[in-house]
């Protein structure tokens, strides 16, 4: 079955970037119609959607994010990421990958369990 | 403040029917399909209900979804306790610059 796990470090420092990876099984990122999606959950406040990245490479952004986001995808390895510039503590958070099904929907099926990213020094 | 309101907490006793509720606006619910999530910390997040009221494989019939205008239902019947969770309902809005809104999510309780 598909799925989809987040890796990258637990702890970054403010002023640094932070670089995620979701390495995805059981279906190839280059498979069209699916929207490669980031997804995070600050502490006690609600899921916020990054943005999404296509097997093309093209991307779609949250504007909170566009200045210091960016997202790709290796189709040969299978994977996609996200790096965020300059963090603060304000984006300390569990970070989640997501499939997105088609364009111009809230369908994400299946999520990544979720990595939490602390931001401090 | 969420986009799209859902009510914090419900509960309910086993065997019994709870419904969630998901309220937003013309250019969310009201114009496009509702996606409904179910979430335990620490796990990933779980599609429960697609394009408003489809059930993806796998997911118990006991769960059913709707929507009326602006507003949307989750329902679940005959509650279990492994269905204390978080529920979150999802729609896409492209009015605005970031289109996908999350409601704030219903922890439900198992009594």
């Known amino acids: 079955q598909v799925q989809l796990q987040e890796s990258g470090p637990g702890l970054v420092e403010p002023s640094e970037t932070l670089s995620l990876t979701c390495t995805v099984s059981?279906?190839?990122?280059?498979?069209?119609?699916?929207?490669w999606t980031w997804v995070r959950q600050s502490p006690g406040r609600e899921l916020e959607w990054i943005g999404y990245?296509?097997?093309?490479?093209?991307?779609k952004y949250n504007p909170s994010f566009k200045s210091r986001g960016t997202l790709s995808v290796d189709t040969s390895k299978n994977q996609f990421f996200l790096k965020l510039t300059s963090v603060t503590a304000a984006d300390t958070a569990v970070y989640y990958c997501?499939?997105?099904?088609?364009?111009?929907?809230?369908?994400?099926?299946?999520w990544g369990r979720g990595t939490l990213v602390t931001v401090s020094s | 403040q969420s986009v799209l309101t859902q009510p914090p907490s419900a509960s309910a006793t086993p065997g019994q029917r709870v419904i969630i509720s998901c309220s937003g606006s013309?250019?969310?619910?009201?114009?496009?399909?509702v996606y409904w999530y179910q979430h335990l910390p620490g796990t990933a997040p779980k599609l429960l209900m697609y394009r408003n009221d489809q059930r993806p494989s796998g997911v118990p019939d006991r769960f059913s979804g709707s929507k009326s205008g602006t507003s949307a239902s989750l329902a679940i019947s005959g509650l279990r306790s492994e269905d204390e969770a978080f529920y979150l309902c999802?729609?896409?809005?492209?009015?605005?610059?970031?289109?996908?809104?999350f409601g704030g999510g219903t922890k439900l309780t198992v009594l």
């Open positions: 997501a499939r997105g099904i088609g364009s111009g929907t809230a369908w994400f099926d299946p």
């Open positions: 999802a729609v896409w809005d492209d009015t605005r610059s970031a289109p996908v809104v």
């Open positions: 990245v296509y097997y093309s490479g093209s991307t």
């Open positions: 059981g279906v190839s990122v280059a498979t069209g119609g699916y929207f």
């Open positions: 013309s250019s969310d619910i009201g114009s496009h399909y």
